[in-house]
């Protein structure tokens, strides 16, 4: 009879790494078999993800690092921990016994930490990691920067790329420390605060052969028009563009793109229209030379709120860091829904 194989996972594209049942004993015991909590959230957000590729995303590591710490994980729990099936990571029987011990070590060792360490923002050499589309960066990052420089000279910000399929487990783990936007899709595990409400305008080429002012519905929707989509981020914007899609001829929709400052820079060297959330356009039409519209379509407002995860709720970094945004941001008209 021909011997069984496991396959287990490899790391980047390398060739899949097989090893015959019980192999993994023979591996060599001249290395420390130790771990740390590194090691067991390298194993919480393996057993997320179920991959490598955004595993190493999620902790912003190298492969070859990861793969380095899996290997240790593999030697000391004796097992495999996962293998490869079809284009996924799949947890053997071991690591799904692991999981929920390694969630309760790391969510106590938060608890100790957040109980006995004060946070002083003056001293802290802290690094906050969050997401934001880049309208939020536009309107947010300049007056946040200012104001942590000021009282918060050593820490450090660090603005992660939405990915709305795993915006929730990464708040959940504590890879980001909060999360600023509009995603009603999320879980009531994660808790949210409003701070404004979006209005949405357009924004044209400073002198337009066509277009000024209050457009009626037909002119505007003789124009060609470039659409901002967030496909993918779980994003609120989503109705604001099916909103726009439903009111312009296909042919007139003659770019789509990710970002907003994309869209905006269309229309600055074209004579095309960019439909923008009217923070995001203030800024813009001012740097870019742009002209503001009203759009003659009914939109929908979009509430802006910054999320973190429950269980990061009473830690003395986090509070202050969503207290600066309070302050900054919040408006009196933004109110808690319900």
Known sequence: MRPLFIVAASLGRE??????????????RSYSTDIDLHHL???????RERSLTRAAKVLDVTQPALSKTLAGLRRHFNDPLFVRVSNRMEPTPKAVELARPVVEILGQMRA??????????RTSTRSFQFCVIDAG??????????RVMREAPHVRLRLVQLDGEHLESWLETG?????????????????RQPLWVEEYVSVINRGHPRLSGNPTPREFAAENHVLVSTLGTGHAHKRVEQAVEA????????CRVPIFIAAAIVAKHTNAVATL????????????????????????????????HNRFHREPANKWIRSV??????????RPKG
């Open 15 to 28: 060739r899949p790494l097989y090893y015959k049942p019980m192999a993994i004993k023979s591996i060599t």
């Open 41 to 47: 959230r390298v194993l919480d957000i393996l057993l």
């Open 247 to 254: 009111a312009i001829p296909p042919d007139h929709i003659i």
């Open 112 to 121: 100790l930490r957040s109980s006995h360490a004060d946070f002083d923002p």
């Open 137 to 146: 960066i536009i309107k947010l990052l300049p007056p946040l920067v200012n």
């Open 325 to 334: 945004f309070t302050d900054l941001f919040r408006r009196p008209a933004a």
């Open 175 to 191: 890879a980001i420390d909060f999360a600023t936007g509009s995603f009603p899709s999320l879980a009531r595990s994660i808790r």
């Open 277 to 308: 959330p009217m923070s995001v356009a203030t800024v813009l039409a001012k740097d870019l030379n742009l002209e503001i519209i009203r759009p003659p379509l009914k939109l929908p407002k979009i509430e802006i709120f910054q999320y973190w």
